[in-house]
């Protein structure tokens, strides 16, 4: 992966060096000595009337935690956050990464994107029909929110139970069915994916995501059909998969053949079930959104009354729409394949593109049963993921096969949360950031497909990656298009700030002048270490042929130090 990482940026270096010149073990009580004073006393004491044996040692307390260093506390945050800052290396060592975990769990949610939405004033028709806000209320919190670790997670779940701005089509408001779309997904980061899903498939934006919002039931009169778009997705993208699969995420063979989880006929039958649904307008209209965020509701008249069979089991004829929904999704969360698929993805989102057969059959495990008897307890499925040896262990800096592309979002959250950058209006206005040639190549909740950005199974062409037998998904929106985009946007924005949101180097200004200070600190926070001694020799000898002594001076350096740090293989490749 590095490898490859390394040929696609490559020839970044000409561009940048031009704008260097602009203005324990737990120690046991000593057994031996128990076991004779145990003996001495069940023979009398080793004489008649003598005085009584002495107690034996008390045991030795076992060795402090080994808390974790700066790099190893930043590398975790790369993981579990939106971004490191120094704050959260130091409450991660002062806490160790288990109790940070807890911490974040226990952390309140910050205001949502719908309030947030409503007190800037966007709900008013005027903006019925536009996008207006739906960039800016998610942008604030990817930079800002505090509980870093709901946010991180609630991304990872938007890239597996995809919908998008532009696919929100019926009723308006557009903005405001991302917000509560994202709103839900993040109320239920830390709960239970059977809830999630359950929430998610009576959800107005998927409804009309995946189009069977109004869908009707068969009408022999006409021929017309239930709309099977979701039926379909729900079991090969939010659940289940194309392919039956082991606990360890391998494919389940039969006769050397793997095997399909589902039919044509599953999915004719599941959509029976996604009939009649339509907004709940609770007396009203959708002259104002609050119906975006309502579950919907049924129209019996449009709902199969039919049976309805799939996976191997049939929901009786007659059964109502809410209860036929349930029963469904009963059936399709009770697969083997949900707890290998969906925590191979959550693993490719945290921690690495390549997870282990073991990575995966403990998460899946986990999954299964958090230790309470309970199945898809994401909270307990998301400290799994990252207390992993395989997550965890230095040895896996080595390991070629390990760590992922940074995502672009990615990269441009951990430059803003590293340096605090902050809106003075609120305004959030960093805008949609998908042009792969100008900007980032991708922005939240904007996904042309259901697929997502990326797949999870995909191979880059002729690569050494697809040689190995590796995936990396990121690679699918990584080329010399989105490379060159992404470094000319981000020297932008290292500089300049990106619409109101504007960065806070005072924390650099007096490493500045020392290019190795300089440079050590941008590694640590925004890299986790993770640039070699000898690339950031590199980047030392550059930076000392720039002026210094002024905070204008200072200033350039800085956003010298940032863009090469920012197009290093070493940090765009998380390890």
Not at 151 to 167: D, P
Request: charged fraction near 15%; proline fraction near 6%.
């Amino acid at each position: 992966m590095e490898e490859l990482g390394n040929n696609l940026f490559q020839d970044a270096g000409p561009g940048l060096a031009e704008t260097f010149d602009t203005p324990g073990t737990v120690v046991a009580a000593p057994v031996a000595g128990l076991a004779a004073a145990a003996l001495l006393s069940a023979c009398g004491g080793g004489g008649g009337g003598g005085a009584p044996a002495p107690a034996p040692p008390a045991p030795t307390p076992p060795p402090p935690p080994v808390m974790p260093t700066a790099v190893e506390a930043s590398r975790f945050l790369a993981q579990a956050s939106m971004g490191a800052t120094r704050e959260q290396i130091a409450r991660v060592q002062a806490l160790g990464y288990a109790a940070w975990l807890e911490e974040q769990f226990a952390s309140p949610p910050s205001t949502t994107r719908w309030d947030w939405l409503v007190a800037g004033g966007y709900a008013v028709e005027a903006n019925k029909n536009g996008e207006a806000g739906a960039d800016a209320c998610q942008w604030r919190k990817l930079l800002s929110a505090p509980d870093t670790l709901r946010q991180r997670v609630t991304l990872a779940l938007s890239e597996i139970v995809v919908a998008g701005v532009t696919g929100f089509v019926g009723g308006g408001w557009r903005a405001f069915s991302a917000a509560a779309f994202l709103d839900l997904l993040e109320a239920n980061a830390f709960g239970n994916y059977r809830t999630l899903l359950q929430q998610v498939s009576l959800s107005a934006p998927m409804a009309e995501f995946l189009t069977y919002r109004n869908n009707v039931k068969f009408n022999a009169a006409t021929g017309a059909m239930p709309d099977e778009n979701y039926a379909r997705e729900v079991m090969q993208l939010f659940t289940i998969g194309l392919l039956q699969l082991n606990p360890d995420g391998s494919l389940k063979l039969s006769g050397a053949l793997p095997q399909e989880t589902y039919t044509l006929d599953d999915i004719t039958g599941l959509a029976r079930v996604f009939t009649g649904w339509n907004y709940d307008l609770a007396g009203g209209d959708t002259n104002t959104p609050d119906f975006k965020r309502r579950p919907l509701v049924q129209t019996a008249s449009r709902h199969e009354s039919g049976s309805k069979s799939f996976l191997g089991t049939t929901i009786a004829a007659g059964t109502d729409g809410i209860n036929s929904l349930t029963q469904a999704l009963d059936t399709i969360f009770g697969h083997a394949n949900v707890a290998p698929f969906i925590g191979r993805q959550l693993i490719q989102r945290l921690v690495c593109s390549n997870p282990s057969p073991a990575y995966i059959g403990r998460i899946s495990a986990v999954f299964n049963n958090d230790g309470g008897g309970v199945k898809g307890n994401l909270r307990a499925v998301v400290k799994a993921i990252l207390l992993d040896d395989e997550a965890r262990n230095a040895a896996r800096l080595s390991d070629a096969s390990f760590g992922k592309l940074r995502e672009p979002i990615l990269r441009f959250t951990g430059w803003a949360r590293a340096f605090k950058a902050g809106s003075a209006s609120d305004a959030w206005a960093v805008g949609n950031t998908s042009d792969p040639g100008t900007r980032l190549g991708q922005s939240p909740l904007r996904s042309a497909t259901v697929f997502n950005f990326f797949r999870p199974g995909y191979v880059p062409p002729n690569s050494a990656i697809g040689s190995a037998g590796m995936v990396a998904p990121e690679f699918q929106i990584t080329n010399e298009s989105t490379v060159v985009g992404y470094i000319n946007y981000m020297q932008t924005v290292v500089s300049r700030g990106v619409g109101d949101v504007k960065p806070d180097y005072a924390g650099l200004l007096a490493l500045a002048d020392n290019a190795q200070s300089l440079l050590d600190e941008i590694n640590l926070v925004l890299a986790a270490g993770a640039l070699s001694a000898s690339t950031v020799g590199q980047m030392v000898a550059a930076l000392d042929t720039m002026l210094c002594g002024t905070d204008a001076f200072r200033l350039n350096r800085i956003h010298a130090a940032l863009v090469m740090v920012l197009a290093a293989p070493e940090f765009i490749v998380q390890k």
